[in-house]
């Protein structure tokens, strides 16, 4: 495996973070490669260190013995066979989080049925003419709206302990683009009508044009109506779940990557 940052996490949403913070892990490589990605250092061009499955299981340890109140895996879609490798080796008293582009197929999330606690997939984009804009990937819709079915189906609707951690269950993420909120509003209905009733959505607004970005429309922040406009689509439908602070747009919340201190 390669993986480019293994630490303690406060940044995810409060089910996940908790008040102690997620053990993340973040595999180098993504399925999907946004064109705007804040992580193009390791989704698009891959740097990392090489970890065995027994390295990992050992980084997995000293996350428990750190207090962490979950175990987060970052796009690690290249490697399951390797994670789970690794989790026959030690396995973690600890909800374990996979967290994903959504751009997943249904066998590869089988391999993972029984295993994984909590599914945390983005849902990005609707029309094969956003995929194909933001990723390359015309079929994004056509993969993830057969997923995140899946991935609902395998956890059941949230579980919670007692302090507040998703136990089980599944989180849709949506990251607001800029120019692209009508894709937003399509995705949400999508979210009503097709997931189980309860399945909580983190509408994120921390876009910021990164990558060098110079796709028109995209080469920009989302603005307050654009945001107003998704979080009232949301608030009418009745979905539950979190919106993020407009301070969330900030790069400092971008984790570093491949240096010593990015170990546990
Ligand atoms: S799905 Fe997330 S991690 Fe993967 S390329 Fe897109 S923004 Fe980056």
């Known amino acids: 495996m390669l993986i480019a940052r293994i630490a303690p996490h406060l940044w995810e949403e409060p089910p996940i973070s908790g008040t102690r913070g997620t053990g993340a892990v ?3 490589g993504c399925t999907l490669r946004c064109a705007y990605c804040q992580n193009g250092e390791i989704s698009h061009r891959n740097q990392g260190r090489p970890f065995t499955p027994r390295g990992l299981a050992d980084s997995l340890k000293r996350l428990e013995d750190l207090g962490m109140q979950s175990v987060s895996f970052i796009t690690g879609t290249p490697f399951v066979p390797q994670i789970l490798e690794a989790l026959s080796l030690y396995r973690p008293a600890l909800p374990l989080v996979w967290n994903s582009s959504g751009y997943e197929t249904v066998e590869t999330l089988r391999l993972l049925e029984g295993v994984i606690d909590v599914y945390l997939p983005d849902l990005k984009h609707f029309s094969p003419r956003a995929g194909a804009l933001c990723a390359k990937a015309p079929d994004y819709f056509e993969a993830a709206s057969r997923a995140l079915p899946e991935m609902c189906r395998q956890t059941g609707i949230p579980q919670y302990s007692p302090e507040g ?14 120019s692209l909120t009508a ?30 970005i110079a796709i028109r429309g995209l080469d920009r922040r989302v603005t307050g109506k654009e945001y107003r406009r998704v979080r ?7 979905l539950p779940g979190y919106l993020q602070e407009p301070a969330a747009a900030d790069p400092c919340f971008v984790p570093l990557f491949n240096r010593d201190e990015s170990f546990v």
């Open 232 to 238: 009232d689509h949301m608030l009418a439908l009745g």
């Open 183 to 212: 894709e937003s509003l399509k995705l949400l209905t999508w979210i009503r009508d097709t997931l189980p009733e309860g399945t909580p959505v983190s509408l994120m607004r921390q876009y910021i044009p990164y990558n060098g």
């Open 26 to 28: 973040f595999f180098s």
């Open 165 to 178: 951690v998703m136990t089980r269950g599944t989180l849709v993420r949506h990251l607001i683009l800029p």
